[in-house]
């Protein structure tokens, strides 16, 4: 492993398909579908319309209403072609991963007394947004989902992952920051040279590529084998790199996570009401 492509673009994206469009606004869903040239005869038979009390593009609480969904499948292959024309979202297959040695010796107490039973790993994912002239999206929810080689999900789990909301604070200081892994192994916005409390390792601190000016972003996954971050409030979402340290038993020989995004895009031909689901992809992570 080349440590230092930590914090660079990936050389290589696979796109994620569409697994299925839905309308928050039932009353729209014939416009908007019409919008992405699919060939109606007749829309109950197309469509699906079910009450709905979740949303994956927010955070507040769910209201019940109606979803109109369409599947790939009911999807033209020339409505898909259109679609994916004007934004393509990838995710990198292999995850870039960076070993914790369990003779590490500037790590904090608490992580050491763990070092019998658990491996830790810092792990960059990458995501690449591409939309076309005149496209954009405002909202975007990238989620991942952890597996191993052992039937129990909790054997593999998140220590800690970024970004978060921490970096607008650290935004707001400098320009231009970087990712650094604490003794604690968790992963901080770092500002500058600032380097107090970082582990001494060969990645550290990353660089962390980000240029939004105006953004909020939510991100879940601490302790658990599901980690998302939800970017909105945006003109229009950006590349970056999500990255996570995991935790993982001694036994554990094998790591993958299966990926998926969920966005809104805004363009001529999509209203920024539409909400496409992506299918999923799997992306590697051990064996090294």
């Not at 469009?21 to 060939?39: E, K, T, Y």
């Not at 934004?87 to 904090?108: E, M, T």
Request: zero cysteines; glycine letters at 4%.
């Amino acid at each position: 492993m080349n440590v230092k492509k930590f914090g660079e673009p990936f050389k290589e994206y696979e796109a994620f398909g569409i697994a299925h469009l839905s309308f928050p606004n039932a009353a729209q869903s014939l416009q908007n579908i019409r919008r992405l040239g699919v060939d109606i005869a007749d829309l109950n038979e197309l469509t699906e319309l079910k009450p709905s009390s979740t949303h994956l593009l927010t955070t507040e609480k769910p209201v019940e209403r109606s979803l109109r969904i369409v599947t790939k499948d009911q999807l033209s292959a020339d409505s898909k072609k259109k679609i994916l024309k004007e934004v393509k979202v990838g995710v990198a297959p292999v995850a870039r991963v960076y070993a914790i040695s369990s003779g590490q010796s500037d790590l904090s107490d608490a992580i050491k007394k763990t070092m019998p039973y658990f491996n830790y790993y810092v792990v960059e994912l990458g995501l690449n947004v591409l939309v076309g002239q005149g496209a954009k999206i405002p909202e975007l929810m990238f989620e991942v989902d952890l597996y191993s080689n052992r039937k129990d999900r909790t054997d593999v789990t998140t220590n800690s992952v970024a970004p978060t909301d921490s970096l607008h604070t650290a935004m707001a200081v400098s320009g231009k920051i970087s990712i650094g892994v604490t003794k604690a192994l968790e992963l901080i916005p770092v500002v500058g040279n600032v380097v107090k409390d970082l582990i001494s390792i060969d990645i550290n601190p990353i660089a962390f590529a980000w240029q939004l000016r105006r953004y909020d972003i939510d991100a879940s996954g601490p302790l658990n084998y599901k980690a998302s971050w939800r970017v909105y409030n945006t003109e229009n979402v950006q590349s970056f790199n999500p990255m996570m340290v995991l935790r993982a038993k001694k036994e554990i020989g094998k790591i993958w996570a299966n990926a998926r995004v969920t966005y809104s895009p805004k363009s001529g031909s999509i209203h920024t009401q539409t909400e496409i689901y992506s299918d999923e992809k799997t992306v590697s992570i051990l064996p090294l």
